[in-house]
């Protein structure tokens, strides 16, 4: 698939990102959580890895079912990456597989 053509594809794709005073975020269209810890949250989601950078953070919700999660503390920043998420294994799968 062409780099426009996955573009497309990522356009019809629901993602969604909300942040309140950078203090509150919920991300939608999450598929599964990378790794986490009070400074950095990677999530692969429905437009690739998205890591979220901060201090105090944690995750107050997490629901995959409905693909979404809800952090709280201080964000300085998001960042999507373009690596292809299907070669990552499960945070969970690691642990138990």
Known sequence: MSREEERKTNANMAQTV????????????????????????????????????????????????????????YFAALEYSDQDNKKHGSLFSRFFG
């Not at 269209?29 to 429905?46: H, P």
Request: aromatic share 2%.
């Open 18 to 73: 909300i942040i309140k005073g950078r203090e509150h975020i919920t991300v939608g269209g999450v598929l599964d959580v990378e790794s986490f810890n009070e400074n950095e949250i990677q999530l692969v989601t429905e437009l690739g890895l998205l890591t979220i950078i901060g201090e105090s953070m944690h995750i107050s919700r997490l629901n995959l079912d409905d693909g979404q999660l809800v952090v709280e503390g």
